[in-house]
């Protein structure tokens, strides 16, 4: 059973800085690609970013120039860093793993940006 384990969410001002882990307990030589998306209150799950085994990198248009995504692949682990943060960026954020054995999700981290 493939695990995710997310962490780094909380609450942030406008314009602020939050940086989201996922730790995967699974091979990252298994790996295609480790990604984010966000689900905010009553809107359906959208794609945030993602980075593939070869080390390319997607981006939504809205979060680029502000958010940053990266892998340690000795943790398994991928990272999203958050700058300037805005209201709107309110939701939960989920930790997705494209692997050889299927499509795997993380329970989800709250990010709350809230004056």
């Known amino acids: 059973q493939v695990q995710l384990v997310e962490s780094g969410g909380g609450l942030v001002q ?22 984010w998306y966000r689900q905010a209150l009553g809107k359906e799950r ?3 970013a993602d980075i593939t085994s070869g080390g390319g990198t997607n981006y939504a248009d809205s979060v680029k120039g502000r958010f940053t995504i990266s892998r340690d692949n000795a943790k398994n682990t991928v990272y999203l860093q958050m700058n300037n943060l805005k209201p709107e960026e309110t939701a939960v954020y989920y930790c997705n793993v494209n692997s050889v054995y299927g499509i795997y999700w993380g329970r989800g981290t709250q990010v709350t940006v809230s004056s």
């Open 46 to 48: 959208e794609f945030v």
């Open 14 to 35: 406008p314009g602020g800085s939050l940086k989201l882990s996922c730790a995967a307990s699974i091979s990252i030589f298994t790996v295609n690609a480790m990604g």
